[in-house]
């Protein structure tokens, strides 16, 4: 048990749906971040929050939009999603930026397809 | 651009050593990570070197050569439950992690 948790573990959708992703950690961190890995690819950085402040947003499309209503909860909502962005969208807490020292702790992921 | 280069795929035996390299370009170098991924599981820390040099814990081992760009992540007395995906990331400039693609170590028995 690593501490970070996310719901739901499985999602299918359409390309016409709206759902959103849960992340809660129970670390006590102040940086949480949304990660895509797809099959034989580096894990892609979507989104950071450190203070609940969003401070990184690479160049990720609009259909994925983040929520950061305090430092142990984060949400990832989807709308109008693409086939290509099927993956498994794993989310993660570290105890703050800045840091030399910044191990980040990862949830189990959500696997997500798009019909 | 930043680039992590580590192998795709290795094999080893049950009770061997085996070696993971992980080469790196970066903008700025904050420290080296390595994790290790289970199939359906999450990414679990192993090692974290931010000085040149070999960082030795139980029976895993990270080595840096920050001159070089270099890392490796060795593994001693190979275990079946040691099959998984071996992931190196760069903390850069910016304290964000640039990830390789992850290494998939396979032992046979």
């Known amino acids: 048990e690593t501490g970070v948790t996310q719901t739901p573990r499985h999602l299918v959708m359409g390309m016409t749906n709206k759902k959103s992703l849960k992340c809660e950690q129970h670390?006590?961190?102040?940086?949480m971040y949304w990660y895509k890995q797809s099959a034989k690819k580096p894990l892609e950085l979507m989104f950071v929050?450190?203070?609940?402040?969003?401070?990184e947003n690479n160049s990720v499309p609009s259909r994925f939009s983040p929520e950061c209503p305090n430092s142990s909860h984060l949400f990832l909502h989807l709308h109008t999603l693409q086939p290509e962005d099927s993956a498994l969208y794993l989310c993660?807490?570290?105890?703050?930026?800045?840091?030399?020292?910044?191990?980040?702790?990862f949830g189990p992921g959500t696997r997500l397809t798009v019909l | 651009g930043q680039n992590i280069d580590q192998p795709t795929e290795m094999t080893a035996t049950e009770g061997a050593i085996v070696q993971i390299n992980c080469t790196y370009q970066?903008?700025?170098?904050?420290?080296l990570f390595w994790y290790q991924q289970h199939a359906g599981e999450a990414p679990t820390f192993l090692s974290y070197?931010?000085l040149d040099g070999l960082e030795e814990k139980g029976r895993f081992s990270s080595f840096l050569s920050r001159s070089k760009g270099y890392s490796y992540l060795l593994l001693k007395e190979l275990q079946m439950k040691d099959s998984a995906s071996y992931l190196c990331?760069?903390?850069?400039?910016?304290?964000?992690?640039?990830w390789g693609a992850g290494t998939k170590l396979i032992i046979k028995p």
């Open positions: 993660a807490s570290s105890q703050e930026i800045g840091g030399q020292y910044n191990e980040q702790f």
């Open positions: 070197n931010v």
């Open positions: 670390l006590g961190h102040n940086a």
């Open positions: 929050y450190n203070f609940k402040e969003q401070t």
């Open positions: 990331a760069v903390q850069d400039s910016n304290y964000q992690l640039i």
């Open positions: 970066t903008s700025g170098f904050n420290g």
